[in-house]
C-alpha cells in the first residue's frame, strides 16, 4: 500500500469513526459525512491521473458536485431542526414528532 492509499483509506476511516462514536451533535454528523466526501474526491482525482485516461476524468467532478448539494441538503436540515426543536443535539430529535 503506497502512502498515498494509506492517507485516504485512513483519512475515510477517521471520517467513519467520528460519525459512529461522535453523534452528540447534527452539525459534528454532517462534518464527518463531508471529509468522508472529500476523501473519496481526491482518491478519486488521484486514480483518474494515474490511469492517464481522458474518460474518468468528469467522475470527480460529478462527485464534488453530489457532495456541494449533500451539504446545502444537510444544512438546510440543521437550520430547520434547531427552528423546530431549538437544539441540534440528535438525542433531542424524535423522527415522530412533527
Do not use: K
Request: glycine share 6%.
Amino acid at each position: 500500500m503506497t502512502p498515498a492509499h494509506f492517507a485516504f483509506s485512513s483519512a475515510f476511516m477517521l471520517g467513519l469513526m467520528g460519525l459512529a462514536f461522535h453523534r452528540i451533535h447534527l452539525l459534528s454528523a454532517l462534518l464527518c459525512l463531508e471529509s468522508m466526501m472529500l476523501s473519496l474526491f481526491v482518491a478519486l482525482s488521484l486514480w483518474t491521473l494515474q490511469l492517464g485516461s481522458t474518460s474518468y476524468s468528469a467522475a470527480p467532478i460529478l462527485l464534488l458536485a453530489f457532495s456541494a448539494c449533500e451539504a446545502s441538503a444537510g444544512l438546510a436540515l440543521l437550520v430547520a431542526t434547531a427552528r423546530t426543536h431549538g437544539t441540534d443535539r440528535l438525542q433531542s430529535l424524535n423522527l415522530l414528532q412533527c
